[in-house]
């Protein structure tokens, strides 16, 4: 009986046993498709934030949506919607849209970070613990990242660390390595770290041993790719580049994607340790080992009591404390508040600049002397090497109401009252008390602005910009900064500076071309970074100005490449860039909404960007946001985080960008000598200058005549108010109704306003067309009318015996219902092909040829002449006197002569082919 009995216990412990087991079989494998939604979910994280590689920005926030998509779409749903359910996936839907289609990185990743939330908050056990995990690391993510745009402490440190990383690999693998935070992978050790402590604490023990094998298992997959990252230079040695890079192959493929998506392997490795985590471990489910916290001193011990009672009450408060777990509760009401509260503040703190700088009555000095030249477009001088360097310049700060002063000496006189002081590419030896004056003008509260240039340094090493820079611990390096995509085209990194914080990156807006990469100090602090770039190394044997191969070598810093930066000195500030691109009359045109922010903030000596209170203030805010994720890791905390960080930023630099506009003001010169042209609606001209259907010729034409041509990044009343000519050229985007207010007002107080645009293109600009009473080609005619005409001459003046004409590209005839038209040229059929009309104050002008004023119709780049003539060039420079109502220019062709404009029927106009 006795041992039937203790059979009978054997049998059912055994039988618990056996349950135990299944039940953690179970748990361990779990369900395989919330596995593949949580890694889903960290790859579109680190989509968001850029790091699998060189990608348009337009395809990352694809790429981001997509893999959220497919991380919703695998996970089993509830059987049955109710109202609630519906009402939060909408709102997590749109808010995570919203975020996703934000400019700011910070809030990409917080919407992947809201989504898994939202996910782990459908699911319990073992699931929920796998997607709030994969949710606190992107979290993290999100977090890291914000400190590393914000704070230039963290992106030094970052920096720092990867060189340190590729160092150390480079030694084992016997390849020199190179690199920054990106190609170090930084953003992907962040992630991973994160998911391996939540993975050690929410699974079972033994801990120590998982930890461990845990920690090895992810170091050795980064090693990994950074070994194959360091064998990059030999790759691209062993792989021949085409013959033919225009077309497509599969060794101009590799040469595209290598070194710049190599990242993506780093991506690939850690999604498969990733899995490993998920998949093969035994997760808690809610409610599994997760301590209660008990009081220090129970019932019968007090304060007095021996050691040996004390301490092992106190190691179980204090581990119950810190130790994170998946079933706290939600957060008090009280901490709730302080998450929030500290995640509305960690950008305002870091990245909030609300007092909008003033440039007028400011004194800026430029020193006279460098390798530059202080030339304006002039008649006579034609293509990209007659555009001067930087002639332009004080005509743009004029219009900004600063007041601009070349001094030849740096004399005390001339820095007297200036606010900042400009040295462009200084290449002469400096005399006796200049370095000294330009130091203590910078110790009183002045601004110095050093642009230094590529691969220039003297046979003892040194250069005339890294003497300035002596007090400093930034200096220019004897490199090329080259970019992998021309004209650093969406290859920025996003750091939030004042001066740059909301401009894109897509038409290189800020100006910077091939210029040196910065060296530079725990001090300095960036204000743009190259992250899709390298460092090639200059070579003192080259005949080409000393540059390198250019080609990535062993050695050469890959990627995250400081640009240009700041550090102060004394009560003032300086601020230095590698090259000096951005100022320059023709890439100005472009990058003005940046330099106009950065001569305002050297003007406003007191503004530093980035204090260090700021930057410490900033880590205290990520600490306590990091101290209560950790220690309330949960589906509220991560929505409260992620929606308040994103949230501010957003709004923050929202604020930041809209106080340092700085508008050009062409009404501060009788006639209104501003010009913009439009790059705000997707035109059918090319966004690089010189290109056949680019509008480098127009640009100096404008400028030979008197204007301050600049591109119009956004049709809006507080622009096109202060400026005295708008030009668009064939729109491919409509303009909205506000847009369309605007240019009307723009015209009835005065303005002049010129579209060119063919029938095959009108269609956006058709309602833009009708408010002024026009037509294009068959928009309302018959077929007959409708036909293009092609390429042709026609005359627009003449004297008794002798007639000057303008060129067309491509022409369609204009309409006009309104009897105050004027017709300036006729095509074929005696249909107008440019009409003006007087309206208000202004005048609208439109030419029915989409490449009138593109470079293939009017100035090459090389300077020739068209068929021997500079027709087109003479056409505008009569013209733009007619809109201004001044004495009309006469072409050469006339001059002595009595003109007359030209009215003639369209059969008389001279036609491809003609004499």
């Known amino acids: 009986?006795?041992?039937?009995?203790?059979?009978?216990?054997?049998?059912?412990?055994?039988?618990?046993?056996?349950?135990?087991?299944?039940?953690?079989?179970?748990?361990?494998?779990?369900?395989?498709?919330v596995v593949v939604a949580a890694l889903a979910g960290v790859a579109a994280a680190w989509a968001a934030a850029g790091s699998i590689g060189l990608l348009a920005h337009a395809l990352e926030r694809v790429l981001t949506l997509g893999l959220l998509a497919a991380a919703v779409v695998v996970l089993p749903f509830p059987p049955k919607w109710t109202r609630a359910f519906?009402?939060?996936?909408?709102?997590?839907?749109?808010?995570?849209?919203?975020?996703?289609?934000?400019?700011?990185?910070?809030?990409?990743?917080?919407?992947?970070?809201?989504?898994?939330?939202?996910?782990?908050?459908?699911?319990?056990?073992?699931?929920?613990?796998?997607?709030?995990?994969?949710?606190?690391?992107?979290?993290?993510?999100?977090l890291y990242r914000l400190a590393y745009t914000t704070v230039p402490l963290v992106w030094m440190a970052a920096d720092r660390l990867g060189h340190g990383l590729g160092r150390l690999v480079g030694l084992l693998s016997s390849r020199p390595l190179n690199i920054g935070a990106t190609f170090a992978g930084l953003d992907y050790l962040v992630v991973m770290l994160a998911l391996w402590v939540a993975w050690t604490v929410m699974t079972g023990g033994p801990r120590a041993r998982r930890a461990a094998y845990g920690l090895i298992g992810i170091a050795a997959g980064h090693f990994g790719y950074l070994v194959a990252l360091s064998y990059v230079p030999d790759l691209l040695t062993a792989v021949p580049r085409p013959a033919a890079p225009d077309s497509w192959s599969w060794a101009g493929f590799f040469h595209k994607a290598v070194p710049w998506n190599v990242p993506a392997l780093a991506c690939a490795i850690h999604l498969l340790i990733g899995a490993a985590l998920f998949r093969w471990s035994t997760w808690m489910p809610v409610g599994w080992a997760v301590p209660t916290i008990q009081p220090p001193f129970p019932r019968g011990i007090g304060e007095h009591s021996p050691p040996y009672v004390l301490m092992p009450r106190l190691k179980s408060a204090i581990r119950n404390l810190v130790t994170p777990g998946l079933d706290r509760g939600p957060p008090s009401a009280i901490v709730s508040s302080l998450l929030v509260l500290a995640a509305l503040l960690l950008p305002a703190a870091t990245s909030l600049y609300p007092v909008s700088p003033d440039l007028h009555g400011r004194k800026i000095v430029f020193y006279e002397k460098g390798f530059l030249n202080w030339l304006k477009p002039t008649h006579g001088s034609y293509g990209r090497?007659?555009?001067?360097?930087?002639?332009?310049?004080?005509?743009?700060?004029?219009?900004?109401?600063?007041?601009?002063?070349?001094?030849?000496?740096?004399?005390?006189?001339?820095?007297?009252?200036?606010?900042?002081?400009?040295?462009?590419?200084?290449?002469?030896?400096?005399?006796?008390?200049?370095?000294?004056?330009?130091?203590?003008?910078v110790r009183r509260g002045g601004s110095l602005l050093v642009l230094g240039e590529h691969t220039t340094r003297d046979r003892d090493g040194s250069s005339r910009f890294n003497d300035v820079l002596g007090p400093t611990n930034m200096r220019v390096a004897f490199d090329c900064a080259t970019f992998a995509v021309g004209g650093w085209l969406q290859s920025y990194e996003a750091m939030i500076h004042p001066t740059t914080v909301g401009i894109p990156d897509d038409r290189n807006q800020l100006g910077i071309v091939i210029g040196a990469s910065l060296q530079a100090g725990w001090r300095t602090r960036p204000v743009a970074v190259g992250r899709w770039g390298w460092s090639d190394l200059g070579d003192e044997g080259s005949s080409r100005a000393m540059i390198g191969n250019e080609r990535y070598d062993p050695g050469e810093k890959l990627g995250d490449l400081l640009l240009a930066a700041e550090q102060p000195m004394g009560r003032g500030k300086v601020v230095a860039f590698g090259d000096t691109s951005s100022l320059t009359n023709g890439i100005n045109v472009s990058s003005h909404v940046f330099t106009s922010r950065l001569f305002a903030y050297l003007a406003s000596g007191s503004t530093r960007a980035h204090a260090l209170w700021r930057q410490f203030l900033g880590l205290l805010l990520g600490a306590v946001i990091l101290g209560l994720l950790v220690r309330w890791p949960n589906e509220r905390t991560i929505v409260l985080l992620t929606l308040g960080l994103a949230g501010s930023l957003i709004v923050t630099s929202a604020a930041t960008s809209h106080a340092w506009e700085s508008f050009p003001d062409g009404r501060l010169k009788y006639p209104n000598n501003l010009a913009y042209i439009d790059a705000s609606h997707l035109e059918a001209s090319s966004g690089e200058s010189w290109r056949g259907d680019g509008v480098g010729g127009l640009v100096l034409t404008l400028m030979r005549n008197g204007y301050l041509t600049l591109s119009l990044p956004q049709v809006?009343?507080?622009?096109?108010?202060?400026?005295?000519?708008?030009?668009?050229?064939?729109?491919?985007?409509?303009?909205?109704?506000?847009?369309?207010?605007?240019?009307?007002?723009?015209?009835?107080?005065?303005?002049?306003?010129?579209?060119?645009?063919?029938?095959?293109?009108?269609?956006?600009?058709?309602?833009?067309?009708?408010?002024?009473?026009?037509?294009?080609?068959?928009?309302?005619l018959n077929a007959r009318e409708s036909v293009p005409m092609g390429h042709f001459k026609s005359p627009y003046l003449q004297s008794e015996d002798r007639r000057v004409f303008v060129r067309f590209h491509a022409a369609w005839p204009v309409l006009c219902t309104e009897a105050d038209a004027q017709v300036i040229a006729y095509g074929r059929d005696n249909l107008p092909v440019i009409v003006l009309r007087r309206l208000g104050a202004g005048k609208v002008v439109v030419i029915g040829d989409t490449r009138f004023a593109t470079n293939d119709n009017l100035e090459r780049e090389d300077g020739e002449p068209f068929e021997g003539l500079r027709e087109n060039a003479d056409f505008w420079r009569w013209f733009l006197t007619v809109l201004r109502d001044q004495p009309q220019w006469v072409p050469p062709a006339l001059q002595g002569e009595k003109a007359t404009e030209e009215s003639v029927p369209a059969g008389e106009s001279k036609q491809e082919g003609t004499p």
């Open 716 to 780: 809006n009343a507080a622009r096109l108010e202060r400026a005295g000519l708008f030009i668009t050229i064939a729109p491919h985007r409509s303009f909205s109704s506000s847009e369309r207010a605007a240019i009307r007002d723009f015209v009835n107080r005065g303005g002049t306003f010129i579209l060119t645009v063919g029938c095959d293109e009108a269609g956006p600009s058709r309602s833009l067309l009708s408010d002024f009473g026009f037509r294009i080609g068959s928009d309302g």
């Open 1 to 33: 009986m006795c041992v039937g009995d203790n059979r009978g216990v054997v049998s059912d412990r055994q039988a618990d046993e056996d349950r135990s087991r299944a039940d953690a079989s179970r748990i361990a494998g779990g369900d395989v498709r």
């Open 86 to 142: 519906f009402v939060r996936l909408a709102a997590v839907v749109i808010a995570a849209v919203l975020m996703v289609a934000a400019s700011q990185p910070v809030a990409n990743i917080s919407a992947v970070a809201l989504v898994l939330a939202f996910l782990a908050s459908l699911f319990s056990g073992r699931d929920r613990s796998v997607l709030l995990s994969a949710s606190v690391g992107v979290a993290v993510l999100a």
């Open 385 to 441: 090497l007659g555009s001067g360097m930087y002639g332009m310049l004080p005509v743009y700060l004029e219009s900004l109401g600063a007041r601009s002063v070349i001094s030849k000496d740096l004399s005390e006189e001339d820095l007297r009252g200036a606010d900042a002081l400009a040295l462009i590419f200084p290449d002469q030896p400096w005399a006796e008390g200049q370095l000294d004056r330009i130091w203590s003008f």
